[in-house]
């Protein structure tokens, strides 16, 4: 082969032994054969470095925090639905959505809200629908950020129209019982690895 026929895509394809009996043959010229040598260098440089980052990507992967909700979250049982709930008091929507219900019912025992006005009564129950779009995470085996935002809403919808308002706050009190006592039922755990001398000095 004269200088010529080889172009940088030939080279790029040369193995080195190829270029080597090449260049010891004669069918390769010493030019040539330096061209393939810095090609070679530039494109193992090019794989290590490809390499490098990959592994970078990895430690990366591994250093993230992992949320497993099913670790997180707390089984309840809701009028016969079985749900996964994890009640994020940092959220932004849940904390809105809490608070105005809590303002709307102010001045109203729980046991009286269906005396409230039906506006109210709506303005609560969209609250609560906020509520439980942003604590469920698995409703009746389905996981809920799985389904379509119009499943999502089926649902909800489904919830304020078979539960009502009263039913909906009741729901809330379930879940928040659920959460409390999977919480004590953790700090029992913690506890029983005190010794006495530290669990007396509480």
Do not use: C
């Not at 010229?29 to 490098?52: I, M, Y």
């Not at 809590?102 to 269906?114: A, G, N, Q």
């Amino acid at each position: 082969m004269t200088e010529s026929d080889y172009s940088i895509l030939d080279l790029r394809e040369l193995s080195e032994s190829d270029a080597k009996t090449a260049f010891m043959d004669g069918d390769m010229s010493a030019e040539d054969f330096e061209r393939w040598k810095q090609l070679n260098e530039l494109e193992q440089g090019a794989q290590d470095t490809r390499e490098r980052f990959a592994d970078e990507d990895e430690t990366v992967a591994d250093l993230t925090v992992r949320a497993d909700m099913d670790a997180l979250g707390t089984e309840v049982e809701l009028y016969g639905n079985d749900v996964l709930v994890h009640v994020n008091t940092e959220a932004e929507a849940f904390v809105d959505a809490a608070e105005r219900v809590d303002e709307l019912m102010s001045d109203t025992d729980p046991e009286d809200v269906s005396e409230l006005g039906a506006d109210a009564l709506d303005e609560i129950a969209t609250h609560l629908k906020t509520m439980f779009d942003e604590a469920f995470v698995r409703w009746n085996g389905h996981e809920w950020a799985d389904l379509r935002d119009d499943q999502q809403a089926d649902v909800l919808e489904s919830i304020r129209r078979k539960w009502g308002v009263d039913a909906m706050l009741n729901a809330w009190l379930d879940i928040a019982v659920a959460i409390h006592e999977e919480r004590e039922n953790q700090m029992d755990v913690i506890e029983s690895f005190r010794s006495p001398e530290r669990r007396g000095r509480r």
